[in-house]
């Protein structure tokens, strides 16, 4: 897998929030809109980048018994600067988000990463896994954030969109039914956009192309890559 590939699986193919279904209480909490969603989801790649890059430099330090208690250790130092900075210059984000930024310290994507990846990878490979995964999670946070603002308050990042139209916003997207709702049709548009790419790959597999004795099997093996 090259460099590339590492940042962008994140992204999609294995986004934490729509793909791998990781981290859904602060998605669902935090995700009442844009700005929310975004400072929530850079504030978790902050961490989760750091903490990867200092978990792949002492991955051959760490006694494999308390590996876990170690990656919490270094997660919660970094989840602890990040509010920090928040309290300083950014307080009403910090008031909005509330208890969810020390919640980083236990979030399942970023022990998550620790534990698969960078405990068995190198620092700079680490170090784009967790910006990969930390954009996915942000844009997805992100995503969510502006369709519940947006149709249950009528404002994109707290910008009135039709207040004045005379059109009332649907409110129930400012609740937790409406978080479900807009979180099951992301997961469902991300699976079609998955499947549809899937069945594009089998259409044009080597399997059965006449031509697959001359190119040597190329296709298959570049998909295999991929």
């Known amino acids: 897998m090259n460099k590339l590939q590492i940042v962008t699986k994140g992204i999609i193919k294995e986004n934490p929030v729509l793909v791998l279904l990781l981290g859904t209480c602060p998605t669902l909490a935090t995700s009442t809109s844009a700005i929310n969603g975004l400072g929530m989801g850079v504030s978790t790649m902050a ?3 750091c ?3 200092v978990i792949a430099l002492l991955r051959n330090i760490i006694p494999d018994k308390v590996r876990i208690p170690c990656y919490v250790v270094v997660i919660a130092g970094f989840v602890t600067i990040v509010q920090f900075l928040l309290q300083a ?3 009403s984000l910090n ?3 509330g208890l969810y930024i020390p919640l980083i310290v236990v979030n ?4 998550g990463r620790a534990e698969m990846f960078a405990s068995k990878n190198t620092v700079l490979d680490s170090a784009l896994d967790g910006i990969g995964m930390g954009i996915g999670f942000t844009l997805a946070l992100g995503a969510m954030g502006l369709i519940r603002e947006f149709l249950g308050n009528g404002t994109a990042f707290n910008i009135p969109i039709y207040a004045d139209t005379g059109i009332s916003p649907i409110t129930i997207f400012m609740l937790a039914p409406g978080g479900f709702f807009v979180f099951a049709l ?4 991300v699976n079609r956009i998955m499947k549809d790419k899937s069945k594009r ?3 044009f597999s080597c399997k059965g192309c006449m031509l697959a004795s001359t190119c040597g099997g190329a296709c298959d093996r570049k998909e295999a890559d991929e």
Do not use: S
């Open 47 to 49: 961490v989760l980048t």
């Open 51 to 53: 903490a990867n890059i």
């Open 89 to 91: 210059y950014l307080p």
């Open 95 to 97: 008031d909005a988000l």
């Open 108 to 111: 399942c994507i970023i022990l």
């Open 186 to 189: 992301l997961v469902a548009g």
């Open 201 to 203: 790959r089998k259409e």
